[in-house]
Nanobody, 119 residues
Framework: VQLQASGGGLVQSGGSLRLSCAAS????????MGWYRQAPGKQRELVAE???????NYADSVKGRFTGSRDNAKNTVYLQMNSLKPEDTALYYC??????????????WGQGTLVTVSS
């Protein structure tokens, strides 16, 4: 399974960006898709995760500003980021938890897309 993320870039404080991440390969079912981020000198942290049924979970720091969604038919997850702040600057990774036969199960990570928010 491969995850390809896109949509990062440079934006001014208060601006918006939309990240996308598409999963490809041998996929039976994806339970959870989500986004993590890692800022320089900090640990990777959860930003948002979305279950197959559409339930969401967000980090407190992004609640009300970020919205996660997914298209199950396309095995794609999105992250709409509004009211961006300089502290949102980080490398954003998408992740997916794949279910199915034992040999097909696993957790997978994308390559990361850089989001830079200038003040």
């Amino acid at each position: 399974v491969q995850l390809q993320a896109s949509g990062g870039g440079l934006v001014q404080s208060g601006g918006s960006l939309r990240l996308s991440c598409a999963a490809s390969g041998t996929i039976f079912s994806i339970n959870v898709m989500g986004w993590y981020r890692q800022a320089p000198g900090k640990q990777r942290e959860l930003v948002a995760e979305i279950t197959r049924g559409g339930s969401t979970n967000y980090a407190d720091s992004v609640k009300g500003r970020f919205t996660g969604s997914r298209d199950n038919a396309k095995n794609t997850v999105y992250l709409q980021m509004n009211s961006l702040k300089p502290e949102d600057t980080a490398l954003y990774y998408c992740a997916a938890e794949v279910s199915g036969p034992l040999w097909a199960r696993g957790s997978y990570w994308g390559q990361g897309t850089l989001v830079t928010v200038s003040s």
